[in-house]
Every structure is written in C-alpha cells, then in structure tokens.
C-alpha cells in the first residue's frame, strides 16, 4: 500500500512539474512573440520604392561622421497638410492603438494619445513608404557605410510596417519635473532610442525577449507636420553630441517645423524633446539591422 501511494506521489509530482515547465516555455514563447512583433513582415530596405528625396555625397558624410542628419523638404506642404488631416481624423475617431506607455484597459476617449501606433493603410502611409523610399537610397548608395564601429551591412538594413505618431497637446503635466518620467504629453527625456534593452541581469530572460525589437533599432528617422511653427512653440529635438555634458556647446536643438525629417544613430545618440507649447504632429520609424 505504501508503495501505490508512494507510486501515485511521483507520478503527480512528474505531472506537476510537466506543467511547470510549460507553464514557464508558454511565457517565454510570449514574451518572444511580443518582442519580435514590431518587426514582424518588415521588408529589406532595399526591396522598396525610391520616393521622395536621396541623399547626396556630402549629407551621407554628415550622417556617418556625426550620427544625425536633418532633411528639410523631406515632405512637401501638401503632403504635410494631407498627412496632419489623416491623423486628426484618426484620433477623433479613436483609431490608434495605445503607445508603449498606456495601458491596454485604458478607455481610448482618455488616453493622452501623446504617442500611439498605427499600422494603417491609406494618406498617412504614404509618410511610412516616403521613409522606406528613403531608407531604399540610404542602402544604395555605396558612400553610406554605417556608422563607426557598428555591425552595418546593406542587405540587413529593413523598414517596418508600423509607424509611431507623437501627438502633444501642448498642455502641462503634472510630471514635468520629474526626472524619472521618460515622457508626458509634451516632451521626452533625455534618452536612448534603445535604452534599457542591453543589459539582461537587469532587465531578466523576459525582460530581454520583450525588448529584442529594440537592440535592432539602428536609424531613427522622424517627420514632423507642424506648419506655423514659432519659436516660442518649443518641441525642439534636441540632440546631445556627447552623452553626459549639458553645458550650450554639447547639444544642438532642431525646431520640429513642418515637412523636415530628422534622422539619427538609434543606439548611440543621446536626444530628448524640450517641453511643448503647441500642438506638435510628428512621425516616426525606426529602420533595424535584421538578418531575416
């Protein structure tokens, strides 16, 4: 009799840690899933549509020795105007998805919509495919190599389906000086586009799955559609030329006027968005170095 139950004991902890161990794999597989999916169906830089503006010998220099590079014209007035139109029209109607930074079970009406995603097809777009038309001539052209001492090669080089909308209202927040609040409705940090996602002791096995989609980050290219803009209206991008000095000669800021794109080193330049005074429209991708 002692036998049979001990028998029965280890065949139910057997069960018990078969189910464990799936328990944990299904969380792991998850978290995979979660961190791969913004560059799920992303296509190869070099597979897209030449739209829109290529860049000279000379700004590609700019872009590699310096790690950022502003285009202005990138769009023009039409296209900007068309652009500020479908975003409006999206967000009155409550068609974004919630950015990184809401929560899921957060009624749409109340959200900020400070930063949101969108994956649609349609007017704004075509902003999305002017960018891959963008990143198709960086990858042509034989004077981009990357910048220095990257892992840059031209046929890793892919441009995602999703694109991330910035709407500031311009309005305070009760965060404003919190130094610990990456963003609110109107600004950011001074951050990293790939900050926190390196260091796996700190940020755990799922912690690091999720943030995989990050550490492939590699250029930030951003359009703004703010027509009218006044230097008074604030939210420029500023951009600091070495991390950790804040003195006036270590950044440069770049005013977010309408139809310029801005494009940077994701993991190496340290950048932040000076508070809002105005409503402030801007676009953004992030082309990743993927091999597949």
């Avoid at 046929?155 to 609110?184: R, W």
Wanted: some cysteine; hydrophobic content about 35%; charged content about 20%.
């Amino acid at each position: 009799m002692t036998s049979y139950f001990l028998a029965r004991q280890l065949s139910l902890d057997r069960v018990s840690v078969a189910l464990t161990l799936t328990g944990c794999l299904a969380v792991l597989a998850d978290a995979n899933r979660e961190g791969r999916a913004p560059l799920q169906r992303s296509i190869p830089a070099s597979d897209g549509k030449l739209l829109g503006k290529t860049l000279s010998h000379q700004q590609c220099q700019h872009l590699t020795q310096n790690g950022y590079l502003v285009v202005d014209n990138f769009l023009n007035q039409q296209q900007v105007q068309e652009a500020r139109q479908a975003i409006q029209s999206l967000d009155d109607q409550y068609l974004f998805r919630g950015g990184p930074n809401e929560k899921d079970d957060i009624p749409s009406q109340s959200r900020t919509r400070d930063r949101v995603l969108i994956n649609k097809t349609g007017t704004l777009d075509l902003v999305r495919q002017t960018i891959g038309g963008f990143a198709k001539s960086l990858a042509a052209n034989p004077h981009f190599q990357g910048f220095p001492n990257d892992s840059y090669q031209t046929s890793v080089l892919h441009v995602p389906v999703q694109m991330q909308v910035s709407i500031c209202d311009g309005t305070e927040s009760a965060d404003d000086d919190n130094d610990n609040v990456t963003s609110t409705h109107n600004f950011y940090h001074k951050h990293l586009d790939s900050a926190g996602a390196t260091d796996l002791t700190d940020l755990g096995i799922l912690g690091w799955l999720r943030s995989q989609h990050l550490r492939q980050r590699y250029i930030t290219c951003i359009v703004y559609l703010n027509s009218d803009w006044k230097v008074g209206d604030g939210g420029c991008l500023r951009i600091f030329h070495e991390e950790g000095d804040n003195d006036d000669s270590a950044y440069i800021d770049i005013p977010p006027i309408a139809g310029r794109m801005i494009v940077f080193s994701s993991p190496t330049k340290v950048h932040a968005v000076l508070a809002t005074h105005a409503q402030r429209y801007a676009c953004a991708v992030w082309l990743a170095l993927k091999d597949n």
